[in-house]
């Protein structure tokens, strides 16, 4: 079992930095491949970025490549998404989840997730 605890969250100007940090309970995190989704009013959840268990290797949705950056501590039970240059069309409730299945950008493909952190970007 695995429990997760996202924050970070808030609201920026468009072109504005926030650094999101999920912690997660539990000695088993390193065990865990982990993602980063988010969930846009009116719209379905979706894949933001993983990141691999061990060799840190990461994945993105094309609109945040270059933007935004997955990373993880092992030794802290933590992942982070670094998101430079916001737009307006980032604002969504963003989600970190965990599971076995590595480089997956499906929801089913997790196990675990938080409770989400709002972002909001004004224009």
């Known amino acids: 079992q695995v429990q997760l605890v996202e924050s970070g969250g808030g609201l920026v100007q468009a072109g504005g930095s926030l650094r999101l940090s999920c912690a997660a309970s539990g000695r088993t995190f390193s065990t865990y491949a982990m993602g980063w989704f988010r969930q846009a009013p009116g719209k379905e959840r979706e894949f933001v970025a993983a990141?691999?268990?061990?060799?840190?290797?990461?994945y993105y949705k094309d609109s945040v490549k270059g933007r935004f950056t997955i990373s993880r501590d092992n030794a802290k039970n933590t992942v982070y998404l670094q998101m430079n240059s916001l737009k307006p069309e980032d604002t969504a409730v963003y989600y970190c989840a965990a599971g076995m299945i590595e480089a997956t950008t499906r929801l089913a493909d997790y196990d675990y997730w938080g409770q989400g952190t709002q972002v909001t970007v004004s224009s």
């Open positions: 990141i691999r268990k061990i060799n840190g290797y990461t």
